[in-house]
Nanobody, 124 residues
């Protein structure tokens, strides 16, 4: 069974950090482009960051540039999203996704596999 499982979310104060993990099972994550998306309460899902299959090129939406870092660990078949200098507006459910085209893209329609999400709450 092909599956992505996120973990690492939680409650953190503004300015704090979290590291989200996205563990793949049933397939090798190295062969896929990876994206992180989030959905805040009452808002549409938005793309946050992505990393390509080919050269590891990354992309970040403007609101998280310089604060978030996407990476992947082949040995652990896991992708990560490091969230630094968190703000209340970063609150939401964070999802990881994989696309077989290998693209670094925030176009959600290109992703076939999705995790169940992990909650991130930034509040004092």
């Amino acid at each position: 069974q092909l599956q992505l499982v996120e973990s690492g979310g939680g409650l953190v104060q503004p300015g704090g950090s979290l590291r989200l993990s996205c563990a793949a099972s049933g397939f090798t994550l190295d062969y896929y482009g990876i994206g992180w998306f989030r959905q805040a309460p009452g808002k549409e899902r938005e793309g946050v960051s992505s990393i390509s299959l080919s050269d590891g090129s990354t992309f970040y939406t403007d609101s998280v540039k310089g604060r978030f870092t996407i990476s992947r660990d082949s040995a652990k078949n896991t992708a990560y999203l490091l969230l630094n200098t968190l703000k209340p507006e970063d609150t939401g459910i964070y999802y990881c996704a994989a696309n077989r085209w290998g693209y670094s893209t925030l176009e959600a329609a290109l992703y076939e596999y999705w995790g169940q999400g992990t909650q991130v709450t930034v509040s004092a």
